[in-house]
């Protein structure tokens, strides 16, 4: 049975989360919109950017997933939780140093890899601009997270909204008129759109800084004691999911490279295939989230029972949008096909990758699930492993076999993709049910 009052809480809690989620999305899709409308030289420099900003990107913002755990865990106690502020910020910073060091060695060797001569300089000015913007986007995902462990939702969700217009504004300011700056000289095309991006994320992080501060009295004071312990905590939990972050974000990029080798029918349904899915899991990871705070608060009292009972509702409530969103694909495929193309060839293709991202959502919701419960319960470190094993060495040579002696082309990296994530939740599942079922099913009452 679905308790109704631990659905309604979840519940509560995932939709400002999932717009959150959603406007990251939107960013993403009115940067591709502009730049199209300047040239189509613009929109591919900015396709092939995000092949090397996304995996560190995300690997960072993967990372810090350990603030809204200790947060949650610390939610009654006033004096940890104003030290763990600047704690969590600190900390981000010291992640964006890393990625900005990392795109900054990685962007000087543009040259040596295989990109077309007449978007070179583009990427390259992007890219920089970009990384150094990992400032305030990891300012932002710090208190974010920090807001989130102490189920503080709204006001971050609402700006992220509001972002969205504003970076679009931007865009057409900066990227379609040009600008003339200090320093920086005229602004335009795929630079212009780096300068929007810098601009928007540091209003972002402003706004949610001084609210934080404001609203919860937060200073930058705290103890050395407090500060080696939860830095070490915040890297032990945050460390490997921000590595697993890059592993299956990496796999993705990679993916992309290969099915750009097929004709453009083949590509252009794989990229359809692509957004739907990225779409439709924004809601369960947006719930994965908001159960691992609950879950982790409720698990550091040993209140077990409480565990088991998220648990239940988080997967139901996961599971039912997965299976409805799989029904919805296998029957009107071309609904959602048509909203990108009305090619004959493309519907065609699309329509059999789709019933294959609607059995994928069940898998990798689960997954994400599961990788959420380990987040929450500070138990991280094989959720890399478990993903180099699932993904690298499975799911991906399976789809390079499918493709090259089946010649099953995009169908058979998403097939073998899908038997990779399936693994990987079955590894992760395995791992829990054996060390901690007790305590998660709520039969275990001694922490």
Not at 137 to 163: H, M, P, S, T, W
Not at 260 to 287: C, N, T, V
Request: one cysteine or more; proline letters at 2%; hydrophobic letters at 55%.
């Amino acid at each position: 049975m679905l308790s109704f009052k631990n659905a309604r809480e979840i519940i509560i809690l995932t939709i400002p989360v999932f717009l959150g989620n959603l406007s990251h999305t939107l960013i993403n899709a009115g940067d591709a919109f502009v730049a199209s409308m300047y040239s189509t030289e613009a929109l591919a420099a900015l396709g092939v950017s995000y092949g090397f900003l996304l995996p560190v990107i995300y690997a960072g913002i993967g990372a810090q997933s350990s603030i809204s755990v200790l947060m949650s865990r610390h939610r009654n106690d006033q004096q940890i939780r104003r030290e763990l502020f600047p704690i969590s910020l600190i900390f981000s910073f010291i992640i964006a140093i890393i990625i900005i060091s990392l795109g900054i060695l990685l962007t000087s060797q543009l040259k040596h890899f295989p990109i077309n001569p007449r978007i070179t300089e583009q990427v390259e000015d992007y890219l920089y601009i970009m990384y150094f913007s990992s400032f305030f986007v990891f300012g932002v995902q710090a208190v974010k997270e920090y807001l989130l462990g102490i189920e503080d939702v709204r006001f971050a969700n609402i700006v992220a909204l509001i972002c969205v217009f504003l970076n679009v504004g931007l865009n057409f300011l900066f990227c379609l008129k040009g600008v003339e700056l200090p320093l920086l000289g005229n602004i335009q095309g795929v630079k212009g759109l780096g300068i929007a991006s810098v601009i928007s994320r540091m209003f972002f992080f402003l706004s949610l800084f001084f609210y934080a501060i404001r609203k919860y009295k937060l200073n930058f004071s705290f103890s050395r004691e407090l500060w080696n312990l939860k830095i070490k905590k915040l890297s032990h939990i945050g460390l490997p999911i921000g590595f697993s972050y890059f592993l299956e974000s990496l796999g993705f990029c990679i993916l992309g490279v290969f099915v750009a080798r097929f004709e453009l029918d083949q590509s252009a349904a794989h990229h359809i295939a692509f957004q739907y899915a990225g779409f439709f899991f924004m809601l369960p990871i947006s719930i994965a989230s908001v159960m691992s705070v609950k879950v982790s608060y409720h698990y550091g009292l040993g209140e077990f029972l409480e565990v088991s009972n998220y648990l239940k509702t988080s997967y139901k409530l996961i599971f039912l949008w997965a299976l409805i969103v799989m029904v919805l694909l296998i029957l009107i495929p071309d609904v959602f096909i048509g909203v990108f193309t009305q090619s004959v060839d493309v519907i065609a293709i699309a329509s059999s990758l789709l019933v294959c991202v609607g059995a994928f959502q069940i898998v990798d919701s689960t997954q994400v699930f599961f990788s959420n419960i380990l987040r929450a319960i500070g138990r991280t470190k094989i959720v890399p492993y478990s993903i180099i094993v699932a993904f690298w060495i499975v799911g991906l040579p399976v789809g390079l076999f499918l493709d090259f002696s089946f010649q099953l082309k995009a169908m058979g990296y998403w097939l073998g993709l899908t038997l990779g994530l399936f693994l990987n939740a079955v590894f992760l599942g395995t791992y829990l049910w054996k060390g901690y079922k007790h305590r998660l099913l709520g039969t275990n009452l001694v922490a």
